[in-house]
């Protein structure tokens, strides 16, 4: 059974920054695509950042491009986001999301296989 645990959410500052982390079970890490999307009250889940493989490709949305940083540890099976200059307009639910097979630029929610169950991110002006 595929478990995706995201932690690190909380309150912060406007220029604040946060470390999200999405624990990865029941499934073969290295070889999953990750992601994150979030969520605001009231609008659709959007992308936010995809990483491949062995890291070494990334791609992210054009909000968050400078200031988030997706990464990865397969040895842990973890993904990570890292959120630094942080607005209020970055107040949302964040989730991790998995999906097998090689690597694209995958940035519609469908093309995921497995989420978890979201962290809280609440940025305060």
């Known amino acids: 059974q595929v478990q995706l645990v995201e932690s690190g959410g909380g309150l912060v500052q406007a220029g604040g920054s946060l470390r999200l982390s999405c624990a990865a079970s029941?499934?073969?890490?290295?070889?999953?695509?990750m992601g994150w999307f979030r969520q605001a009250p009231g609008k659709e889940r959007e992308f936010v950042a995809t990483?491949?493989?062995?890291?070494?490709?990334?791609s992210y949305a054009d909000s968050v491009k400078g200031r988030l940083t997706i990464s990865r540890d397969n040895a842990k099976n973890t993904v990570y986001l890292q959120m630094n200059s942080l607005k209020p307009e970055d107040t949302a639910i964040y989730y991790c999301?998995?999906?097998?097979?090689?690597?694209?630029?995958?940035?519609?929610?469908?093309?995921?296989?497995?989420w978890g169950q979201g962290t809280q991110v609440t940025v305060s002006s």
């Open positions: 999301a998995a999906r097998p097979g090689h690597y694209r630029n995958y940035v519609a929610r469908t093309a995921y296989d497995y």
């Open positions: 029941g499934l073969t890490f290295s070889r999953y695509v």
């Open positions: 990483i491949s493989w062995s890291g070494s490709s990334t």
